[in-house]
Each structure stands twice: as structure tokens, then as C-alpha cells.
């Protein structure tokens, strides 16, 4: 890391803090602290266009560029002001406002983000005689505002559109997981890839497809083009082909990756084809139209981890004995896995009927969720690389 140095924030989900300061010092960050549904480190340039790309468990990752406190809506414009906008936006460029508010003085969010537009703008017409015009999805700066009580934090993003949006959904589903929160279940289960994976309710195959991402080492975000930095006056477009290059020749191939995946829907099988398709992971990912009642195990280890249906994909007179039903299948067929589980329903947890050896509270979204493990094995747990010894 250069001495040109700065803070960046990476934003999560509750649940994922620890993982994701993992990610970060496998990266090379230094003065990684946990926050609250973030991370903060410190980092270079090349270290933030390294970050995009790599973090698994980022949802964004914004650069802080002022802190003030401001006592009322003309004090915030007066300090939004104070910054040089030219120095980060192009006078004929878009932007967007995102601000996250918790205070006894500003009470809308929305406001707020007006008011930081209204600064910003006005300033691009007082200097040129032409403003930045809002562009909402796919801006060229994306201004974050946090404050609390009178204290204000303002930040740019480096990720541009969130980091959930790997590149590779091409087809979606009622419900889908978020590819953030699927590799965050991968990691605190513990999962490598010298163990089989199954998903027996896989949907359009977002656990399958982050997992094999992770076993072959591919760069999460290698499949978009588009990031915040790359419109931000300082990009270096070669250090950031270097990188892509560099994230390329990392990746590795496994022969024997045991991962697959099923679902009742036909609908669901089809999206995860075409998402495992745009992966380019066809040959390391096998999913089938299954009920999970016949998705059964071809080793006696391995890992199972899934999104069963819950709340809005299953009605609540059907939660309990669906549940059920799985427990048992559980108990029958998969001896030797690992079985986790995600829901948000405590009820239908129960039905299980199974005693859980450890439980992680996540959220799926606005749901808050249990990520339950079940141990289903007996004696020494296995893998395939001790079969092979045999």
C-alpha cells in the first residue's frame, strides 16, 4: 500500500461484520474496525478497485470526503457548499443522493437527500452556468449522507450500483436470496470445496453459483463492467486492467467440485440454468428438477444449505407440516452432512424437530432470520480427501 492513503467504509449485512473484515485482511487492509453493519480500513487506490472486485460480503463500499454537524437544513446546505464538487463530478455528469437519517432535527430522509442535491447543483450553476442533471439507477457519482442527531458524515461510492448485483442474474425468481447474504451463509457454515454441497430448494441457484465463485477463486464482481471509480476524475485505467488481469489468472480449476442443487419449480430450474450459464459454470454446477423429498445424497458427508420456503412463498397453514417433512427427510437421508438451514420463522424451525448445534441471527432482507446448523453426522466427520487415502 502506496502512502497515499484514505478511509473506506464497506457496508453489510447485520451478521456478516466479522466476514467481511476477514475478506478485508486477506486483502492487505490495515485499521479494519468492525461497525455496525460496516467495516471500516484504510486503504490505497489500488487496494479500493481490489475491494470492489473481491469482497464477497460487501454490499457497497463508500469513500468518506467530509464530516461536519449542522443544526438545521440551511447550516447542511451551507456545508455541502463548502466542498469542491468539481473535483469529483464532471459539470455536465449525473448524480444521485442516498442519505440513511437518525435525528431529532432532520426527520426525512428524502429531504435531506434533496437539500445535498440542491447544494450540489447549485454550486455547478454558479460556477459554470450549467448543473449536473439526477440520474436515480446509474448515476456517475452516487453521494452517500449519514447523520445522527446533528452529526453528518458525506461519502462517495466507489461500487456505483450495490455490490449484491454480481452481473451474473440474468433470471430471477419470486424471493430471491441475496448473492451478499448467500456467500455469508457459505462462509459461516464453513463450507470448502473438498465437501459435496446440496441445495434441495435452490430457486434460480444463488447458493450453488456464490459457492462454486468461491471454490474456483473467481472474482465476485468480475462479471460487471461498471463500477462508482470508474467516473471519478482519478481512475486509473490501467492499474484497474492490471487488477482485472491479475483476479483472472487466480482463478483455479477443480475436476471434482460436488455441487447441485434442485428445486420443485420448473421456473426456478430453468432461471438457475441460465444464472449458472452466465457464471460460466456449467460444468461445475448440476441442478434437476426435484421435490426435496427426492433429492437424496450420493456420499455419506457433505454439506446442506438452503432457503427453504417461508412468509411470502408458502401460506402459514402449510409452513409446519412442510417443515416437518423436511426434518424427516433430513433424519433418513443425510447422514454425514452438515444440514443448515435459513428461515424466518421460528414456528416452522421447531417442526424440524431436530436439535440445532448453533444459531446465527441474520436478516434475509427486512426478515430477521435464524441460520440454523444441524449436525447430522455420526462419529469422525469425513471428506473426500480421507475416502481417497482408503
Request: proline share 3%; hydrophobic share 40%; charged share 25%.
Amino acid at each position: 500500500m502506496n502512502n497515499n492513503t484514505f478511509t473506506l467504509v464497506a457496508k453489510t449485512f447485520f451478521g456478516l461484520e466479522e466476514l467481511l473484515a476477514e475478506e478485508l485482511e486477506s486483502l492487505g487492509a490495515n485499521n479494519v474496525q468492525v461497525l455496525k453493519r460496516a467495516v471500516s480500513f484504510s486503504a490505497d487506490k489500488e487496494l479500493m478497485y481490489k475491494s470492489c472486485l473481491w469482497l464477497r460480503t460487501s454490499l457497497r463500499i463508500i469513500k468518506p470526503i467530509a464530516e461536519f454537524q449542522a443544526e438545521d437544513e440551511h447550516q447542511l446546505y451551507s456545508e455541502i457548499q463548502k466542498i469542491d464538487w468539481s473535483q469529483y463530478l464532471d459539470k455536465e455528469g449525473t448524480l444521485a443522493v442516498d442519505s440513511t437519517v437518525n435525528s431529532n432535527i432532520f426527520r426525512h430522509s428524502k429531504y435531506v437527500a434533496l437539500k445535498t442535491k440542491d447544494a450540489i447543483v447549485d454550486q455547478f450553476r454558479d460556477k459554470f452556468g450549467v448543473r449536473p442533471s439526477v440520474h436515480v439507477s446509474s448515476p456517475d457519482l452516487r453521494i452517500n449522507l449519514k447523520i445522527s442527531n446533528k452529526d453528518c458524515i458525506l461519502s462517495i461510492d466507489a461500487s456505483g450500483d450495490a455490490m449484491f448485483k454480481r452481473g451474473y442474474r440474468v433470471q430471477s425468481v419470486k424471493a430471491p436470496m441475496n448473492e451478499v447474504l448467500a456467500a455469508g451463509l457459505l462462509k459461516h457454515a464453513g463450507w470448502t470445496p473438498d465437501q459435496p454441497l446440496i441445495d434441495p430448494m435452490c430457486g434460480s441457484g444463488t447458493i450453488l453459483i456464490e459457492a462454486a465463485l468461491m471454490a474456483k477463486n473467481v472474482a465476485p464482481l468480475s462479471f460487471r463492467n461498471i463500477f462508482g471509480f470508474m467516473h471519478w476524475p482519478d481512475f486509473d485505467q490501467k492499474l484497474w486492467a492490471d487488477i482485472k488481469a491479475d483476479s483472472v489468472s487466480q482463478q483455479k480449476d477443480i475436476d471434482d467440485l460436488s455441487i447441485k442443487g434442485s428445486d420443485i419449480s420448473l421456473q426456478s430450474i430453468q432461471a438457475a440454468r441460465e444464472n449458472i450459464a452466465a457464471a460460466n459454470l456449467e460444468d461445475d454446477i448440476i441442478v434437476s428438477r426435484k421435490t426435496f423429498s427426492e433429492a437424496k445424497p450420493q456420499t455419506d458427508y457433505g454439506f446442506l444449505i438452503t432457503n427453504p420456503p417461508y412468509g411470502e412463498r408458502l401460506e402459514d397453514a402449510q409452513i409446519n407440516a412442510f417443515y416437518s417433512k423436511f426434518g424427516d427427510q433430513l433424519k433418513q437421508e443425510f447422514n454425514g452432512f452438515d444440514a443448515w438451514i435459513i428461515s424466518s420463522s421460528q414456528e416452522a424451525l421447531k417442526n424440524i424437530r431436530l436439535r440445532p448445534s448453533r444459531r446465527i441471527t441474520l436478516y434475509n432482507g427486512s426478515l430477521e432470520c435464524k441460520f440454523m446448523k444441524y449436525e447430522m453426522y455420526k462419529g469422525t466427520k469425513k471428506t473426500k480427501f480421507d475416502n481417497a487415502d482408503n
